[in-house]
């Protein structure tokens, strides 16, 4: 990927690769460009539409079209900092998460939650729930352990029939959240309630402390703020007739745990950690 390219007479720099470097992500003045293989882009595409129509909060869809060999689409930014970067700001001024971001995040995910609710459907099949979370990457980099990670998922998934599935984010992580909406929607697939708002969560607790790691927690939430956090979800699933997402919290945080442990091969230290901490949370 060039470091810079030009649309439309306006400049904008990469930013990040992604996908293994086949698509790129470009800032410009107020606007990000995806650049990528053109059945890539063409999918990312749909979905976001998709979700732009279903009113979750994403950014608004500006152009596409081709560049060369590579198609691309613009969108409006959502702004400068992310809710993880507030969170991040906040843990290392006062060592706590401010009450305004806070709720902020409440905000948004409540906004993306009632969103969710107008895609729901019926359970779809266990093998799209797995694939989305990497479960089969998982399993052959754990051979020794893949019977009981297929068995501990097909226990999560059989529990959480008791949710319908929704087009969710897969990462919905602070870090792709702003107060504006939602970004980063490559690794979206049907899941049940539950996962994407769970995630926001406990996402952070899927890392050291240490900073030696290539990865570390730079904010935690305390255990105030997990109370009212849940208790929204409960509220949520109430008002759509839903069992309490708090009493499903376990399987879900393994639907996230295993989503977060494959995968990690560039940054062997942190998958070490993951390793362990999964085998401690559910196997040992």
């Known amino acids: 990927m060039e470091k810079f390219i030009t649309i439309g007479g306006k400049t904008f720099e990469l930013v990040v690769l992604q996908q293994g470097g086949v698509t790129g992500v470009y800032r410009g003045n107020g606007e990000y460009v995806r650049v990528g ?23 608004a869809l500006l152009d596409s079209g081709t560049l060369g060999d590579k198609a691309y689409f613009i969108e409006k930014s959502l702004g400068d900092k992310s809710i993880g970067d507030n969170f991040e700001e906040d843990w290392q001024t006062n060592g706590a998460i401010s009450e305004e971001h806070f709720r902020e995040l409440l905000q948004v995910v409540l906004q993306y939650a009632e969103a969710q609710m107008t895609t729901h459907t019926t359970q779809g099949p266990p093998s799209e729930l797995a694939s989305g979370i990497f479960l089969g990457e998982l399993c052959k980099e754990l051979p020794g352990l893949a019977r009981k990670i297929q068995s ?20 919905f992580n602070p870090r ?12 979206f697939f ?26 570390y927690a730079r904010y935690r939430y305390s255990n105030e703020q997990k109370r009212r956090y849940f208790l ?9 007739q839903l069992p309490v997402i708090s009493a499903y919290a376990a399987d879900l945080a393994f639907l996230r745990a295993v989503w977060s442990t494959a995968r990690m091969h560039k940054w062997p230290k942190i998958q070490k950690w993951r390793y362990d901490l999964l085998i401690q949370t559910y196997f040992s």
Do not use: C, W
Request: charged content about 25%; aromatic content about 12%.
């Open 37 to 59: 293989e053109p059945a890539s882009i063409s999918r990312h595409l749909e979905v976001h539409t998709m979700m732009e129509n279903a009113g979750y909060p994403v950014a």
């Open 152 to 171: 501990r998922f097909d226990e999560a998934s059989e529990r959480l029939s008791a949710f319908p599935f929704v087009l969710s984010h897969g990462d």
């Open 176 to 187: 792709n959240l702003f107060a504006a909406g939602v970004i980063d929607l490559e690794h």
């Open 190 to 215: 049907q899941a049940p309630f539950g996962f994407d708002l769970v995630t926001a969560l406990i996402h952070i607790d899927l890392h050291p402390d240490d900073r030696s790691y290539e990865f």
């Open 232 to 240: 929204m979800l409960d509220k949520l699933a109430a008002k759509y």
